[in-house]
């Protein structure tokens, strides 16, 4: 049986995982291309260490398709995955306890966290150095209760509604919601005290 690499790209996420289950390795290669980049952002932003965000997403990866012949749709695909990313987070900081921080002096933890500004809520004078800003958005992340930081995150990088959100946080819609809500606030309170 031919793979079409084209036919592919425009399948829905729970039709290339049911494709994959059957056998079609370029469906798992196109799941992996749409997702990569966002859930390794999502565990980078969570703990700060690139090394333990590939870490965490090779793991996940590895799960995704241990699973493939289980996989059954409940929920969309991105909800699945970005479920299991949760625990595999829940997991790392059981297993580590100290606390977190989100800064650093790499050109690439500035970068990301310069695209958080608009989730946050928070519009920044535009004549300040814009890594002063993505340093200071690193550190009111870092400050955030990790239930609300987590909600904020999947959010911004999974593109979760709020139903989805309290799935894979399994919490109530509201709750996910006030996370999400006090998530922002903070972080605006926390850049606008520091600006």
Not at 66 to 91: C, G, N, P, Q
């Amino acid at each position: 049986m031919s793979e079409q690499p084209l036919a592919h790209a425009v399948l829905s996420d729970e039709i290339l995982m049911q494709s994959y289950a059957a056998g079609q390795a370029m469906a798992f290669e196109t799941l992996y291309q749409r997702h990569e980049q966002r859930l390794w952002r999502y565990f980078f932003r969570n703990t700060g260490d690139a090394a333990l965000a590939d870490d965490l997403s090779q793991d996940l990866w590895f799960s995704v398709v241990e699973s493939a012949t289980s996989y059954e749709i409940r929920s969309k695909f991105t909800t699945w995955l970005f479920t299991m990313a949760h625990h595999r987070l829940v997991d790392h900081w059981r297993r580590r306890r100290p606390g977190l921080s989100l800064g650093g002096d790499s050109e690439e933890s500035q970068r990301l966290a310069e695209s958080l500004f608009a989730a946050s809520g928070f519009e920044p004078d535009h004549r300040l150095d814009r890594r002063l800003l993505a340093q200071l958005l690193l550190d009111a992340l870092a400050q955030l209760p990790v239930e609300q930081r987590e909600c904020f995150l999947l959010q911004v990088e999974a593109d979760m509604t709020v139903a989805d959100i309290a799935q894979a946080t399994g919490v109530a819609e509201e709750t996910a919601k006030s996370r999400l809500r006090y998530a922002r606030s903070k972080l605006r309170q926390a850049l606008e005290g520091q600006i």
